[in-house]
Every structure is written in C-alpha cells, then in structure tokens.
C-alpha cells in the first residue's frame, strides 16, 4: 500500500506498467493538498514535509494493507517531498520515504540539489521508492548511495506482539507496576526526568515509564519512534502498550498508582472525552476507584499560570484518588509540543 503526496509518484505509475503488478501493489493514494494529507492522517501534520509524516503515512498505509490482505508480508509506504517549484521556498528542497512492514521500520532521507530540475527530482525520488520496496522485500541487501540517509529498527518479538494485536503491552513481570509514569514522551525533557525522579521519592516505589504505542486521534508509533524514545528515557525503566485511555490502563495494571500532570487530569475529568455524557464520565472515574488507583499530580504551566491541583475544580470521586505535588516541590515550565514547534521535529 503506497501513500505518496505528490514528489514520487511517477514510481506508481512504473509499479503499474509491469505485467502482473496485482501481485505487488493493494492499493495507492496520492493526498496532495493540505486536506487530503490531513484526512488521511487523522490529524494536520506538524510539517507537511517531514520524517514524521512520512512515518506516519507509512503505519497508516501499513494498516491499511493488513485491512486488504491477510499475508504476512505486507508493506506500508509513505512519502513526502518539497521539489523545486514555481514559487519561493525557504529549506532544503528534500524527500523523505518510510516502510512499514511487521518485522522493521525503515526510512530514506533525500536532499535534492536545487539546481535540478522538477522532472530531474522527481525521477530521484521515485527511484528511491522502488529501492526501499525492494530493500523492504529483500529483493536487495541493501542501499548505498551517498545521497541519503538511511535508517532501519528491526522490532523485537514484544514489540511485534504489540503491532499485530497479539499483546496489548511488553511488560513481562507477574506483577503490575506499582507506579505508572504514561506520557508521549515526544521528545523527554528534565522536567519528565525531574518527575521520575520525585514520585519515586513521594511514592517510596519503583516508577516505570508508558508510552502508548496506539492513539485515539494519531496513527501507531513506529518501530524508529519507539526506539528514539526508548533510548531518550534510558536508563529510566520503560514499557510499551496499546492502551491509549486510562481505563485501558487500568484493566492491564489494576492499583498501580499513576503520575500525570495536571492537563491530564484535567483531560480525565472533562465530559467532553466522554461523548459529553456526565454519566459516562463518572462511571469511567469509578472504575478508577474500584481498581484501587490514585493519581499522583504535577502542576503545569498553562498560558500565563501555573496551575497545581487545588487550581481546578474536580469531580468529588475523582479528587478523592488524587494527590497533589506543590508548586514549591517541583515547577517546570517545559513541555514536549514547545520543543517540537522551536526545534521543527
């Protein structure tokens, strides 16, 4: 399954002109304009033309094929580039290609020499498509050329696990974590560490971090993402699992206490995830209640404010589960999207 927005896609056609090419390509999609591209990701991406997005429309495209077919060997290809074009552009003139498959997640990045033509650019990254297909497929061993970039995280058997909805986390111990530290993580910073660091202080217990590999709103992480992330939090203990929402969480690891900051909760105790229903919303907080949780809660900066728990209001059953962390016990003004929108990840 390819997902090419625009640069590249002259490789579908050269996939088409091959007799018997039902046999490599499920399907194709060209999202050009901004709304296709946003459609098909589920979200505006951060940078239309990014390593991110091209992952991203790699795991959706991934998905996608295992939906069309039930063999083993199914790719996913994403692929986003800024060729030369008839209007100023600031940056690089550049492609990025990713393929996901089951076993690994790979990607090319391409600088294109803006002297180039249109035609000249599009001809590189349309080869490239074709090469990573085949590095994918192991037709070829391997990719030199001193034009790129390549990346490739081969997935361990958890992992894997996790990917084909045959586990819903990599955590192996009998016992559930005594605290639960989840978060995107994307990237970590010292305020996280900072965090780690004072709830094993407060809690007087091990912490292990949780990065959902599955999102309501964004598509799967991919196996460079975990791996980035895994070496980011190193050496702080993590675990990955399929548990966007933390009833899902609460099912896997019934009394395991949780660290969130104060948005979090805040997110927890809003009707709105809840399909606007204040029925629904306490039942989930409940089920909380019932499995013995409690939340431990950092406060967060928000606009001009730093707001700690007694600076919300919270549903009585809700509020009684929580445990707040002063301002004068920790305060940290960073956070992960800041970073991604000052450094362009």
């Known amino acids: 399954m390819l997902a090419i927005a625009g640069g590249g896609s002259s490789a579908i056609a050269k996939l088409l002109d091959v007799p018997g090419a039902s046999n490599t390509l499920l399907e194709s999609i060209v999202p050009y304009s901004t709304e296709s591209l946003t459609d098909y990701l589920g979200t505006e991406p951060q940078q239309a033309c990014s390593a991110s997005t091209a992952r991203n429309m790699a795991m959706i495209a991934f998905q996608r094929a295992n939906a069309l077919s039930t063999k083993s060997q199914n790719f996913g290809l994403g692929c986003t580039a800024a060729l030369t074009t008839n209007r100023q552009r600031r940056g ?3 492609c ?20 180039s033509d249109r035609a000249a650019q599009e001809a590189q990254c349309s080869n490239f498509i074709l090469q990573i297909m085949a590095l994918g497929s192991g037709i ?17 058997a958890g992992w894997q696990a996790l990917l084909q909805q045959q586990a819903d986390s990599t955590w192996e111990q009998e016992k559930a974590p005594q605290v639960l530290f989840p978060g995107a993580f994307n990237p970590t910073h010292d305020g996280h560490r900072k965090m780690y660091q004072l709830a094993g202080q407060i809690t007087g217990k ?27 939090l190193n050496p702080m203990p993590l675990l990955f699992t399929r548990a966007p929402t933390f009833i899902e969480k609460s099912r896997l690891f019934p009394g395991t206490i949780f660290v969130v900051g104060i948005d979090t909760i805040r997110r927890i105790a809003d009707p709105k995830y809840y399909a606007n229903s204040l029925p629904q919303r306490d039942a989930a907080i409940e089920k909380l209640v019932a499995n013995n949780h409690r939340f431990l809660v950092f406060g ?22 929580c445990d707040a962390v002063t301002e004068k016990e ?7 999207s800041a970073i991604r929108q000052q450094t362009g990840i």
């Open 92 to 94: 690089l003139d550049r």
């Open 206 to 232: 091990p912490v292990v971090m949780e990065i959902s590999t599955t999102n309501v709103d964004k598509p799967m992480i991919n196996y460079l993402d975990m791996a980035e992330r895994q070496a980011d």
């Open 330 to 336: 920790f305060r940290s003004d960073l956070s992960s």
């Open 300 to 321: 967060r900066l928000d606009k001009d404010q730093y707001l700690t728990l007694s600076d919300i209001p919270l549903p009585a059953q809700l509020a009684n589960i």
């Open 96 to 115: 990025f290609i990713a393929l996901q498959s089951c076993a690994s997640s790979i990607e090319i990045t391409l600088i294109l020499d803006k002297q």
């Open 140 to 156: 070829i061993p391997a990719i030199t050329d001193s034009q790129i970039t390549l990346k490739i995280q081969s997935a361990e």
